[in-house]
């Protein structure tokens, strides 16, 4: 792959890292993620400006046709019992796909159809995700280290966060007693 400037990209396949001018990143924060985990009041008593994850990204050309690629760096650690997570979305271009491709750690991508119930996939080192249109996605780490997924995506997908609002995604990820547990929201 080779980077607009003409010089060469490398992704460490083991960290997600990027090596190429103009990587950019979006960090993000335990103040970001207001009314994202069940217990809400648990994630405020947690440090504002702890990292829950980062993404970084290579500059893409920003247009139709064109493919955004990054990594998401998702760091281990729960609020109150439940598992960190990304706040996750729709595309606003409900039609528009995405790859992912779990490098590193342990954990579990949601994955919400518009009109068909959740279902999950194991993430873990070498795991390829397809999501397909119509389709939100959270990444969930529920292991003890970084969980690091490459994603690849369309540039004309956007995100759409508001509408998975105010229920969010109907399958929750615990630590009940040391074991891993799926649970359906609201139920
Ligand atoms: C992946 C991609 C990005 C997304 C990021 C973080 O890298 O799906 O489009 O922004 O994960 O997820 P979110 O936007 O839900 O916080
Ligand atoms: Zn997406």
């Given at each position: ?14 960290t ?106 194991q ?51 615990f ?13």
């Amino acid at each position: 792959m080779t980077a607009s400037s003409g010089l060469p990209v490398r992704v460490d396949l083991l960290t997600g890292h990027f090596d190429a001018i103009n990587v950019q990143h979006k960090s993000t924060c335990m103040r970001d993620l207001q009314g994202v985990f069940s217990d809400d009041a648990a994630r405020k008593a947690l440090p504002e400006d702890f990292e829950v994850y980062h993404v970084e990204m290579l500059a893409s050309p920003q247009q139709e046709g064109e493919l955004h690629t990054g990594t998401t760096h998702l760091m281990p650690g729960k609020v109150a019992d439940e598992f960190f997570m990304t706040r996750g979305h729709f595309h606003q271009r409900r039609e528009q796909a995405e790859f992912y491709f779990g490098l590193r750690g342990e954990g579990i991508l949601l994955l919400q159809p518009e009109n068909a119930p959740a279902y999950t996939e194991q993430v873990f080192a070498g795991s390829v995700h397809h999501i397909p249109s119509f389709t939100a996605h959270r990444l969930v780490n529920t292991g003890h280290d970084v969980l690091s997924a490459l994603a690849v995506w369309p540039v004309i997908a956007g995100h759409d966060y508001q509408s998975l609002q105010p229920d969010g995604f109907r399958i929750r990820v615990f630590d009940r007693d040391g074991k891993v547990s799926l649970e359906v929201a609201g139920v």
